[in-house]
């Protein structure tokens, strides 16, 4: 995975999320990146940018629709302070994660819980829902599925439009591996729970009831059969890459490894997407 690097040409504005408050910059490329930095005071955060990146590399190699990223570097004269208010601490010169706009997309909203057999077959690629939230456990994923502040679930799944269907997206991975009680400092042990993700919300379950049991389980073996081999080499050279820009965890690309192909790990994950389908 060759990582671009795009320069900021204008801030068009911050987004108001729950967590890291990306800003909305046209880049030098002329497209639109969601661009993600430092926002607390904590430097370990830097770890969720590589985190980004991490998942990006994973769900493009298991085939998984995600938007496409880009490193991008702040220009000067494109901080325009009135427009900022979480992200004070970026300056000039600053290397952020920059996500793609993804045109004529829009946030999964909780008024599309209700999955009907009509919702369903209008869904493009329904079977990457089940595939997402295997990835979800597997990476501790807790930021896919809890209420946000406004007691709504944070799904982070996009939905574009594609030849009269919409085609669901993985999205803002910034709080994989136990999320940020856990940065930098997670292990194989610490386990995996199905509390406040994916699988336990109204969309899951009324989506996958609409695909039948063989169906279901094959889609998850097949896909667990992918977890178990991914080229580890690759995403070991990419987070060691990744020191030369941000400030990171010491060995972090052991830790992340250690966690990804740790048996017990990936079968706990397998046994709890299967048992999510009653």
């Not at 994923?141 to 209420?147: A, H």
Request: glycine share 4%.
């Amino acid at each position: 995975m060759n990582l671009q690097i795009l320069n900021t040409e204008l801030l068009l504005d911050e987004m108001k999320t729950d967590g890291h408050a990306p800003l909305k910059f046209i880049c030098d490329s002329g497209d639109i990146y969601f661009c993600k930095y430092l926002k607390s005071i904590s430097r370990s955060e830097l770890n969720c940018l590589a985190y980004e990146v991490v998942a990006s590399f994973l769900l493009r190699s298991l085939e998984v629709p995600t938007p496409e990223i880009a490193l991008v570097k702040i220009s000067p004269s494109t901080l325009i302070k009135e427009k900022i208010k979480y992200n004070r601490r970026l300056q000039t010169g600053n290397i952020c994660f920059g996500s793609k706009e993804i045109k004529f997309s829009t946030e999964l909203q909780a008024l599309q819980h209700n999955i009907k057999k009509k919702d369903f077959t209008a869904i493009a690629n329904p079977e990457d829902l089940i595939k997402i939230a295997i990835f979800d456990l597997w990476v501790l994923n807790m930021d896919r599925g809890k209420n946000n502040k406004d007691g709504e679930i944070n799904y982070n799944l996009l939905l574009q439009p594609e030849d009269k269907k919409q085609r669901i997206i993985a999205f803002d991975h910034s709080f994989i591996f136990g999320g940020v009680q856990q940065i930098g400092t997670f292990n194989p042990q610490m386990g995996v729970s199905a509390h406040n993700t994916l699988i336990q919300t109204p969309y899951y379950k009324n989506t996958i009831k609409h695909i039948e049991k063989g169906r279901f389980i094959s889609i998850v073996e097949e896909f667990v059969s992918l977890l178990r081999n991914f080229d580890q080499a690759a995403l070991v050279k990419l987070i060691e890459s990744l020191h030369s820009y941000w400030t990171l965890s010491f060995k972090l690309e052991d830790r992340i490894i250690n966690l990804l192909t740790n048996k017990n790990h990936i079968k706990t994950c397998k046994d709890i997407i299967i048992n999510s389908k009653r």
